[in-house]
């Protein structure tokens, strides 16, 4: 079976950082982009970054440019969302989400929540 | 950025009931449009992609249309694990870009 899950969630003080991961199994992990969306308690779903299936290339959402760094890990099937100087409005449950060519995203982690509380 | 609207933000419909929402973007994405489904403290679902292709294992009763900036996403006869919100998004260009979500509920 195809599974995502996600980890490194927390609490964490404004200007702090953190490193959410998640996990790949079932498929082939190297043939896809992966993405990070982001929801706010009570809020809509909001799209913060992704990277190529290679790795080399990387898009990033306003609000986050310049704090957030996503990277991959093939040989690990892995993907990492580094987030550094942490704001309230960072707080979110925090998603990774393949997307197949032609496609969109068609398979979702549980999500890991970030809280950045003083 | 091109900008997402979804209309209504929520309605309360029956069982059995058609239910229509509309996505509307900012300026032409052709046919980048997708949409998903959440209930509450689950990760969304896709159930359309290319504005009109289900998704792998989703039910036939949802259908999407549309292209350029205006899309809508029917369920021809809702059924009671329908209730949820619905999210467009458009995939067009960086940096993607969600609808607010409609909310659909028991009348």
């Known amino acids: 079976q195809e599974h995502l899950v996600e980890s490194g969630g927390g609490v964490v003080h404004p200007g702090g950082s953190l490193r959410l991961s998640c996990a790949a199994s079932?498929?082939?992990?190297?043939?896809?982009?992966m993405h990070w969306v982001r929801q706010a308690p009570g809020r809509g779903l909001e799209w913060v970054t992704v990277?190529?299936?290679?790795?080399?290339?990387?898009k990033y959402a306003d609000s986050v440019e310049g704090r957030f760094t996503i990277s991959r890990d093939n040989s690990a099937n892995m993907v990492y969302l580094e987030m550094n100087s942490l704001r309230f409005e960072d707080s979110a449950v925090y998603y990774c989400?393949?997307?197949?060519?032609?496609?969109?995203?068609?398979?979702w982690g549980h999500g890991t929540m970030v809280s950045v509380s003083s | 950025d091109i900008q997402m609207t979804q209309s209504p933000s929520s309605l309360s419909a029956s069982i059995g009931d058609r239910v229509t929402l509309t996505c509307r973007a900012s300026?032409?994405?052709?046919?980048?449009l997708a949409w998903f489904q959440q209930k509450p403290g689950k990760a969304p679902k896709s159930l359309i992609y290319?504005?009109?292709s289900l998704q792998s294992g989703v039910p036939s009763r949802f259908s999407g249309s549309g292209s350029g900036t205006q899309f809508t996403l029917t369920i021809s006869s809702l059924q009671p694990e329908d209730f949820a919100t619905y999210y467009c998004?458009?995939?067009?260009?960086?940096?993607?870009?969600f609808g607010p979500g409609t909310k659909v509920d028991f009348k």
């Open positions: 998004l458009q995939y067009s260009s960086y940096p993607f870009t």
């Open positions: 990277i190529s299936f290679g790795g080399r290339n990387t």
């Open positions: 290319a504005a009109s």
């Open positions: 300026q032409g994405i052709t046919n980048y």
């Open positions: 989400a393949r997307r197949p060519e032609g496609n969109t995203f068609d398979l």
């Open positions: 079932g498929f082939t992990f190297s043939r896809f982009s």
